[in-house]
């Protein structure tokens, strides 16, 4: 099957080195062009593109489909094209170009968390189970006829970052197993069903902390928005940035009764565990970026900042 891979950020990567693996003629790799990077906003490719340049493709760079590049796409004969985090929109000229369409590999149950940022979503939402639908891409956001689905069990310690990582790679191999299907004619796609919910980006201002919140949605949040972009909070109003936290003592089978009882927000050193209140019970401190420093071990901080007296996020 002769097909084109559309994808940019490092979690499209495992999906691309998997149908190369599998043997697809992967005619060409479409991403997003250069883009800044780091404080001295350096022009670097994207990981898809790197990896696409590794592996010898040819590498089509455009952030919205312009007529010429229909023209291209349209010119390659592809059988089907995959595509994984792209980060544009296809119009119905580019939906055309591939026999079989285009199968998009979108890392949410679906209907559940259609949009940009499906695995911050759960995380947020607290899900049980996370997972990755393969489906045809229309015009509609995220709302096509699915292909094949995998499940697994949403660690509630876990990172979005981690539980995408994850996802990355077990949904490598659904999508090798849906191009593979639609290959062979053993596959074909079926309507969405159940209720549908949507996964916008998350900004800036959605990672500030609210400490007032019950621990479990205070850290839900910051799961949520680990890596990006970053969970933060204030403290004499300066921005400090936060790792994930974990339950006193890190079991989490404590009932709530058995845990220290801090007021929102203030900070206290037990022993060798920098607690947080909330809006229920403590949790404590992992690791946290001061403004201009490093990001640190919460215990180091906190015992040099001790001598400014009581600590408290705001």
Do not use: C
């Amino acid at each position: 099957m002769r097909i084109l891979f559309a994808g940019t950020p490092g979690v499209a990567v495992p999906s691309l080195r998997a149908l190369v693996d599998a043997g697809f003629d992967v005619a060409a790799v479409l991403t997003r062009v250069d883009a800044p990077v780091g404080r001295r906003k350096v022009l670097t490719p994207s990981p898809v593109a790197a990896v696409a340049e590794e592996l010898g493709l040819p590498v089509l760079k455009a952030n919205r489909f312009t007529p010429e590049l229909i023209t291209q796409l349209g010119a390659l004969g592809l059988d089907a094209a995959a595509i994984v985090a792209y980060g544009g929109i296809v119009p119905p000229a580019g939906l055309a170009a591939p026999r079989h369409g285009w199968i998009n590999l979108h890392f949410s149950v679906l209907p559940a968390w259609r949009g940009a940022a499906p695995v911050q979503h759960a995380v947020l939402a607290g899900d049980d189970v996370t997972g990755a639908s393969t489906f045809l891409l229309e015009e509609g956001l995220d709302t096509g006829p699915v292909f094949g689905v995998m499940t697994e069990t949403l660690d509630p310690g876990a990172t979005s970052g981690e539980v995408l990582d994850r996802l990355s790679h077990s949904g490598a191999v659904l999508l090798v197993q849906t191009l593979s299907g639609l290959e062979a004619g053993r596959v074909t796609a079926t309507p969405q069903t159940g209720e549908a919910s949507l996964a916008p980006k998350l900004t800036i201002d959605d990672a500030r902390i609210d400490w007032s919140q019950p621990a479990v949605a205070v850290r839900r949040r910051i799961n949520a928005v680990t890596p990006e972009p970053g969970a933060w909070s204030t403290l004499d109003g300066q921005r400090v940035k936060l790792g994930p936290v974990t339950p006193p003592g890190g079991d989490e089978r404590l009932a709530d009764g058995g845990r220290p009882t801090v007021p929102p927000g203030r900070i206290d050193v037990v022993g060798r565990q920098v607690l947080v209140g909330t809006g229920t019970h403590a949790l404590v401190l992992g690791d946290l970026q001061p403004a201009g420093k490093k990001m640190m071990r919460a215990l180091d901080w906190a015992r040099g900042a001790a001598t400014r007296g009581e600590l408290v996020f705001e």
